[in-house]
């Protein structure tokens, strides 16, 4: 079975989390998303052997750390689009904006009605993940790391690869 976005997606809401609990219905209301839609992603997961089959399946750490850093981006590429109204990413967005001098380019945005940054449009790893960015910062720096890896410049993805590692 392949693995789909929101799968990606889920692994990094928990590991924003930390070693906090969680359960399907908080998991669905954070994500905006099924609890059907989560069953499988978790199990998906399992399957991939990115998380652990327990009765509470966490995540199977050193797994994780390694496709995200090496494979996810193959996986999941990005699109680039036109100019478009959005949340930043990638450089543009934390932790890499304060690392990062900014360009003279147009900034990569995720696609978002209610975004306040006009730049070119990068598209997110799930529809879902917009939305759910602006309710955990720490969610949000995840995803903007694993942007800086599906585009960004060597140094962009060189400073992502250690930020993610340490952070998994």
Do not use: C
């Amino acid at each position: 079975m392949a693995l789909h976005p929101l799968d990606l997606l889920v692994l990094l809401k928990l590991v924003a989390w930390g070693k906090r609990g969680w359960n399907y219905r908080q998991l669905s209301d954070e994500l905006g998303v099924s609890t059907s839609q989560l069953h499988a992603a978790i199990r998906r997961s399992i399957d991939a052997r990115l998380m652990l089959a327990t009765e509470q399946p966490g995540l199977f750490r050193p797994h994780v750390r390694e496709f995200l850093i090496y494979g996810a981006k193959y996986v999941f590429p990005a699109e680039e689009g036109m100019m478009t109204r959005g949340i930043p990413t990638g450089y543009a967005a934390p932790p890499l904006n304060a690392l990062i001098a900014p360009s003279s380019d147009p900034p990569p945005v995720w696609p978002f009605a209610d975004g306040t940054v006009r730049g070119t449009e990068h598209s997110p790893i799930h529809k879902a993940a917009p939305a759910a960015a602006l309710k955990d910062r720490q969610l949000y720096e995840l995803l903007a790391l694993f942007d800086a890896l599906r585009t960004g410049r060597a140094r962009e993805r060189g400073i992502a690869k250690r930020e993610l590692a340490r952070r998994i």
